[in-house]
């Protein structure tokens, strides 16, 4: 069970006839809650086009009827669900669930516990939303850490990137696991068979890295076949070359790398914002591109 593929994932694809795939979104979470997620919620209903899926906006019942008021959009796809808490971004994650049970971020992942909701989305506490859904849900049989995955998008698609900061010390082990359920989460997000999955290291070469990357490495070497494809070891400046579907790493390296990129890319936008901004061509140019 810890290192077949993560085959309990199938269950979750949306293909199947007469499937209405129910969303929970944390309409209070994050820190421009609540109009940015009633504004996310209304670009999805519309770009969604015919997807079989339905929203339940989980927050107090007046904020949300307020702000949804402007919108035009499908009645039928949208629910909401009265909730009395918040969760600020800066409390305490480990007794959330406990405290503030009525709270939005709770609530949506009580409701996929409870079969009501089919996936949660918040863009609230983050450390809230991972005990919480520790705690309330559960790990998929066999796995013994969760992990944080997000999908970064490149110039020709994208990656995974997992751990992202779940877990600051992890064993060989657990980025085993990781490389399974994100190589699976990546089939299913990206439709990619059998994707490319790799390891973060300080180098490529064998010889390279600690203790940690170079006995997962050889955990991953014998596991490389149809379950897993695995295809070395990448260091950052090959991270945005598009050559892996998947890049495993501890919750540690991988929080630096995608907090890194974020400082990076808003350095770039500002930079070029300042320099558009000094000259009135470069500003007519940026108007018309």
Known sequence: ADTTKVDQLSHLKTNKPGFLMKIALDVLGGDLAPMINIEGAIDYLHEGGDVAAELILIGDEKVINSALQPYTYNNSKVQVFHTTEVVGMHEKPSRIFKEKPDSSLVKSI???????????????????????????????????????????????????????????????????????????????????????????????????????????????????????????????LQVFENSVDVIVCDGFTGNILLKTCEGLFDMIQNFLKEEINKDPIRLAGAILA
């Open 110 to 236: 009580q409701l996929v516990k409870d079969g009501k909701a089919n996936a949660a989305v918040s863009a609230g506490n983050t450390g809230a939303l991972l005990t919480s859904s520790l705690f309330l849900i559960g790990k998929i049989p066999g796995i013994r850490r969760p992990a944080f995955a997000p999908f970064i998008p490149t110039s020709k698609g994208g990656f995974i990137l997992c751990d992202a900061g779940a877990n600051a010390d992890s064993k060989p082990l657990h980025l085993v696991q990781f490389a399974l359920m994100a190589g699976a989460y990546m089939e299913h997000l990206e439709n990619r068979p059998n994707p490319r999955v790799a390891l973060l290291n300080i180098g490529s070469e064998e010889n390279k890295g600690n203790e940690l990357t170079y006995e997962t490495n050889q955990l991953l070497r014998k596991l490389d076949g149809p379950n897993l494809n695995y295809c070395g070891m990448i260091e950052g």
